[in-house]
């Protein structure tokens, strides 16, 4: 009985330190996970539409957003609405051309914010559309996900 | 037993009270809004643009509270989140949105045709116009309504962007300028400040 007991604790102890390795290994680099992509529906007029997500670094490294593309936009910028100093909203690239998202850290592209703006839409945005974007990471490389177009929650 | 029966009878008075207080006061307290209120001496500027179904002036409106927003098609996220929320208000104010006209005046009339700003409103809902102009023309009318725009250089995809003043300028029935509500306010907030002026 006890010896069974010894083996069983001495099994899970192995099991531990497997693990950890593991999770030592898998954790080293940024990480990044993408949540809740989405478009907002527009119509075809609009030439130009915008993706928001958020987007989580889960890695112990930065990582930057430095671009994306799709078949479904003739060109995708990453850019900003922002409050000029007249107090005016603006948009504009951003800066340096790239999104960072810090080690640990969470970054949201939402309505007046940071988004992915599709220029020249080539299909229609109409609600339960879903489009293929491959983002582009400084270090994690492309990431291909789907965005779902839909009205804001 | 006497003192508790007492008690009791003090509790209840106390909360009948408290609630027919809070009755009176919710009744008859004066409407707060949510939007910024301005006090108009003179008549909302009474301007003339184009629509893809004709001349379109404010004055053709009278009798209804009108939403003037200026803005762009080429705007994806500020414009579309800002008329998202007048289309939800709408919905809110159910019957009384017939009561409520929303004009979108084009910010960059060198782009934007009637019929293109014509498709792009009605995206949003049925009952929106858009209107646009010369550049002579739009500038007055945003002077007039304190409505700051100006272009700026964007990339090469974009071509040039313009930053815009994002409110949304109320006129109540009469004509007159009475409401502004800032950039971000909720659906919630204007339906209750449209459905009040719509009543009063």
Redesign the interface.
């Known amino acids: 009985m006890r010896r069974s007991m010894r083996k069983f604790l001495l099994l899970g102890i192995a099991g531990l330190l497997v693990g950890a390795l593991a999770a030592c290994a898998k954790a080293q680099g940024p990480h990044i996970v993408v949540e809740d992509a989405w478009g907002r529906p527009s119509p075809k007029v609009a030439t130009a539409g915008a993706f928001y997500m958020t987007l989580r670094n889960t890695g112990n490294e930065d990582d930057a957003l430095i671009g994306a593309e799709s078949d479904a936009c003739g060109t995708v910028e990453l850019h900003e609405s922002f409050k000029t100093p007249e107090g005016a909203m603006g948009m504009r690239p951003v800066e340096g051309g790239k999104i960072v998202i810090p080690a640990g850290e969470t970054v949201e592209l939402k309505m007046g914010g940071l988004h992915i703006m599709c220029i020249d839409k080539q299909v229609d945005f109409t609600p339960g559309t879903k489009v293929q974007l491959t983002l582009h990471f400084e270090k994690s490389g492309d990431m291909p996900i789907e965005v779902e177009i839909r009205q804001p929650k | 037993m006497r003192n508790l029966s007492r008690g009791l009878w003090l509790g209840v008075g106390a909360v009948l009270l408290i609630v027919l207080g809070w009755w009176a006061w919710d009744r008859f307290r004066p409407y707060a809004f949510h939007g910024t209120v301005l006090q108009s001496a003179e008549p909302a500027f009474d301007f003339e643009l184009q629509s893809a179904d004709g001349p379109v002036r404010l004055s053709d409106f009278r009798g209804k509270v009108v939403l003037l927003y200026f803005g762009y098609?080429?705007?994806?996220?500020?414009c579309?989140?800002t008329l998202?929320e007048v289309q939800r208000t709408m919905e809110l104010l159910g019957d009384d949105a017939d009561q409520v006209q929303l004009i979108m005046i084009s910010v960059d009339p060198a782009r934007d045709t009637p019929e293109?700003l014509k498709?792009?409103v009605?995206?949003f809902h049925p009952s929106f116009i858009g209107v646009t102009g010369s550049e002579d023309a739009i500038a007055e009318v945003a002077t007039h309504y304190g409505i700051?725009?100006?272009k700026?250089e964007?990339?090469p995809?974009?071509g040039y962007?313009v930053?815009?003043?994002?409110t949304i300028t109320v006129i109540d029935r009469k004509g007159y300028v009475k409401l502004v509500f800032p950039?971000?306010t909720p659906a919630e907030d204007m339906a209750a400040d449209l459905a009040y002026l719509i009543r009063h």
């Open positions: 098609t080429f705007c994806p996220d500020v579309p989140t998202f293109r498709e792009y009605q995206y700051y725009y100006q700026h964007g990339t995809a974009t962007l930053d815009h003043t994002a950039y971000g």
